[in-house]
């Protein structure tokens, strides 16, 4: 009996749920367990990492066994690089401002795609920032330092 | 008929407060505003309620009652738009929005699907509130009999239904429950106060806010999408 993948999402997904489960039950493991009657606060995660291992591991089991979709490929560049965009922001919106938190967010996105025409981007920068500006900053006055000094 | 003995002159006095024309007037006012508010993605009709309280604060309180319920209402169908158009759910309500009119609106439908979130928002806005009207009373006397085992089963049974009505593996239905769970585990525990999963950041103690994972999930899921069809439309839209 050879072991090959039939399903490569199946087998994924597997991993993914027990990569959860994984996480779950080690970052849980300094919370109070309890018991049963009495549970404390690890009680929860920690059984619900110990249920999305096992399920994990019969759904990545079930790659072995069924056929089923292959995984394309991965866009890793844009998948990188807008989660740091928008972690960027976060970041950014609180220590450098608004202004300069939406121009990290627009040009790193703009990184993302296949094509870079600079002058496209600075056109969206422009609009972009002066819109939201005066959106959320004027017209709904909500309270985000324009720039890093206020 | 002691039904109508008790519900007509309370119903005719509110019909003759709402319907004269100044208070009309805050009305659209309100309903105008809050579209446009409710538009934005992530921006729910409690954040604009909360941000166009001020604008309220010079009416008298019939009008700015009126003017704030215009804006709920206005924020609600408004968050249908961004859904349809760009799979963006404004707030938790349009989430189902989002699927069935966004494949409209990729169709080239999406004046018809904007039409019917129109119709289908004053219909179950107008029959919801007859409903409310009439069955308020019993059904607020109902909800203060709800207890833990209630709870427990109104629980139990939403997780149920999500594995039965979710199409694909049943097993990875489960699995996403589960994975969901220790999602809504982020925060601050109800029976110890301890903080869980959050990292040492104070903004997760409340927990994961429903509209930031449904508009994380669509929004994210629609670029992850295209990514994968080797586009960046999608990423021009969601700027």
Request: proline share 4%.
């Given at each position: 009996m050879s072991l090959k993948i039939k399903s490569q999402e199946d087998f994924w997904a597997g991993l993914m749920f027990i990569g959860f489960g994984i996480l779950a039950i080690i970052i849980a493991r300094d919370y109070p367990m309890g018991s049963a009657m009495r549970m404390g606060p690890g009680y929860f995660p920690t059984w619900i990492g110990v249920i999305l291992i096992i399920l994990g591991s019969i759904i990545a089991a079930m790659g072995f066994k069924f056929e089923g979709e292959k995984v394309g490929n991965f866009a890793w560049r844009p998948m990188i690089l807008l989660s740091i965009a928008f972690a960027a922001f976060g970041w950014a919106i609180d220590n450098i401002g608004f202004i300069l938190a939406m121009v990290i967010l627009i040009v790193l996105s703009a990184l993302a795609g296949k094509e870079f025409r600079i002058k496209g981007v600075i056109a969206m920068v422009a609009v972009l920032v002066v819109g939201a500006w005066a959106l959320f900053i004027y017209a709904l006055e909500l309270p985000f330092p324009l720039w890093w000094w206020r | 008929m002691e039904f109508f003995a008790e519900y007509f002159p309370n119903l005719t006095l509110g019909f003759a407060t709402a319907v004269s024309p100044v208070n009309l007037l805050y009305c659209f006012a309100g309903v105008f505003v809050g579209t446009l508010v409710g538009v934005l993605p992530g921006i729910g009709p409690l954040a604009a309620i909360a941000m166009l309280l001020p604008a309220t604060f010079n009416l008298p309180p019939v009008g700015a009652l009126i003017m704030l319920a215009g804006i709920y209402y206005g924020c609600q169908y408004g968050g249908s738009t961004t859904a349809i158009l760009v799979k963006l759910p404004g707030e938790s309500a349009s989430v189902v929005t989002c699927m069935d009119g966004h494949e409209m609106a990729k169709k080239g439908r999406a004046g018809p699907a904007l039409a019917i979130a129109a119709v289908g928002s004053f219909i179950a806005g107008t029959?919801?509130?007859?409903?409310?009207?009439?069955?308020?009373?019993?059904?607020?006397?109902?909800a203060l009999k709800f207890g833990a085992p209630e709870y427990f089963s109104l629980m139990c049974m939403g997780l149920i239904a999500s594995a039965v009505l979710a199409h694909g593996n049943m097993l990875k239905a489960i699995a996403m429950i589960f994975l969901g769970l220790i999602f809504g585990i982020v925060g601050t525990d109800v029976n110890s106060g301890m903080s869980r999963f959050t990292f040492g950041a104070s903004g997760l103690a409340d927990?994961?806010?429903?509209?930031?994972?449904?508009?994380?999930?669509?929004?994210?899921?629609?670029?992850?999408?295209?990514?994968?069809?080797?586009?960046?439309?999608?990423?021009?839209?969601?700027?």
């Open positions: - | 029959v919801g509130t007859i409903l409310i009207a009439v069955a308020g009373p019993p059904i607020a006397e109902m927990g994961l806010s429903f509209v930031v994972v449904a508009m994380g999930l669509f929004g994210f899921g629609e670029i992850l999408a295209n990514l994968e069809r080797g586009q960046d439309k999608a990423t021009r839209e969601m700027l």
